[in-house]
């Protein structure tokens, strides 16, 4: 069954977001991962610096394990959700980056 | 119940310089203090201060501090004996990396270590596992040597831990996975779900992972608490308050 899930998440390092999670999933499990994940940025927040990222619901084991195993920190994921409404209303819910903190 | 997340080898000095705050917005509510024995040996006080300043931050922040003597360098073991002897009751969790194979041997069967840290590079062999399996021991994973190096390096690593993902279930020992950052500045941290997916893509079951960051450590550092608070004397007796009752098994 597809579907997608939406990743509400803070952004830790500035610059072009999307070349940055696309390196992070190729180099970790290559091209036939990235099409597994299939990230999109949907919205950012710049204020907030929280970004709303779009991936496939098969992917999302994939996309987590390839942030955490990439040397940098690029997304720190704060809710992943089923509808891109839910996490817009996470997203503007949530304040200053600083009090942002891990809801599972 | 939320599951409660545990990092428990952070190092101690990046706990002071910031990685605890950080820690607590990830969602970790542990963190293990992590001192190695290398540093212990040259400047104790300095050590023993700093572990007290980071508690007492822990505290205020609302992380769980767990004092950690990790055992990093290759030593002769009358040396280790010595070591284990001064510090076993001062410190929550002692652990031994597996730098060499008589560490790696003696770490596995000797009941003051609790954790053995698995180097890329090194194995267990069948009668590590017989005393990890014997004494309860702990068998722990780090995110670190996944971010050094390069590609090739950081590829053999992430072979080397599925290999032995992989060994753990078929000896049925996955409940006594730990995984850990082993972080020695901020930027090695990662948030709990992050890290176990990392290990649900190397093999094994997500519930399982999550409890290699979770029900794993925490267990570890309660049993710990218990043995140095007197309530576990010795191995298989427990000590019970007023209002406790025997529970039925």
Redesign the interface.
Known sequence: MGGVRYVVAVIEELGDLTTRIVEAVVEFSGVAGLAKVRPAVVRIYRKKRIAIVRIEREGLPLFRASLAAYPRPILRIIKVTGTLRRAQRIAESLSLPGEVRDQG | M?RQFYDLLVALEALAGGALSRA????FRGVGAAVAVSQLMHAPQRFLDLMVEVRKRGEEEGVDVVTRLVIDVALREGRVKALLRRWRRKFEVISAHSVDRRLTAFACRDSRIDVVTMVPGTELMRGDFMYIRTLEKRIELL?AP???GG?RR?AEV?AEYAALVDLLKRKGLTNRLIFSSGANNL?T???????A??L??LGLG?EEALNALSINPASLVKENRDKLAGVVPVRGVRVLGEDEEVGEE
């Open positions: 939320t607590r917005e990830l969602g995110l996944l971010h050094e590609l950081r992430l930027h941290l990662r948030d709990p779900r992050s890290m997916a990392l649900h893509v997500y």
